[in-house]
């Protein structure tokens, strides 16, 4: 079985106009730090720490529960787009068993930013299906990379950025996966879930 295979990578999702007017928006949402998971202790406290040296990046939730017609009409573009392409997944490998989208977030990587190889699914955060969205490729670096699970250091596949781009995989530590340093610019993508 080769891993590589179950990597599923669609450009041109939406319309490059659509796109335009996603980047329009994020662009006037404010951005946090993005926080990785922590400790046990930490995590019974309710505390998501910021550590750059593993996850450094700026992060905005969109959630389709919130007063702004905005964000509930992107989430939705959102979602849907991500359900067609599961649709095609499905077709491909067999049900995934997903029952819907979790978690969608726009991500903002600056010049240095990236994210150390993880895998997102875990206890605190159950995800059966991970979603990578470009929304530009006018930067350098930024590569999305997944590495041997048997030995992070070995890369196996690499996704180059491009506009318009969905990278699609499972979850779970067989996809471990990390985000080389931006060299210039900025990297804007959104990532969703599904469980």
């Known amino acids: 079985m080769e891993l590589k295979n179950y990597i599923k990578v669609t450009d041109n999702v939406l319309p490059v106009t659509a796109i335009a007017r996603l980047i329009q928006y994020l662009n006037k949402l404010k951005f946090e730090d993005a926080s990785i998971i922590g400790t046990q202790e930490q995590r019974f406290k309710g505390e998501e720490p910021v550590n750059k040296n593993v ?3 700026k992060v905005k939730a969109l959630n389709r529960d919130v007063e702004s017609l905005s964000e509930q009409h992107w989430f939705n573009v959102l979602g849907s787009t ?3 392409v599961l649709g095609e997944y499905n077709k491909e490998h067999g049900n995934t068993c997903v029952d819907g989208m979790v978690d969608i977030q726009a991500i903002k990587y600056e010049i240095g930013d990236h994210y150390t190889v993880h895998s997102d ?3 605190k955060f159950v995800r059966t299906m991970s979603i990578i969205l470009f929304l530009n490729d ?5 590569e999305l990379y997944f590495t041997n699970p048997n030995n992070w250091d070995q890369e196996y596949f690499e996704v180059k950025p491009k506009a318009g781009r969905l990278v699609m995989f499972p979850s779970n530590f067989l996809f471990s996966h990390g985000v080389k340093k931006v060299k210039s610019s900025t990297r804007l993508v959104i990532v969703g879930w599904m469980k």
Request: aromatic residues 14%; hydrophobic residues 35%; glycine residues 14%.
């Open 82 to 84: 991500f359900a067609a």
């Open 55 to 57: 996850r450094s990046a």
């Open 121 to 123: 699914h875990c206890l």
């Open 138 to 142: 006018d930067y350098e670096g930024g």
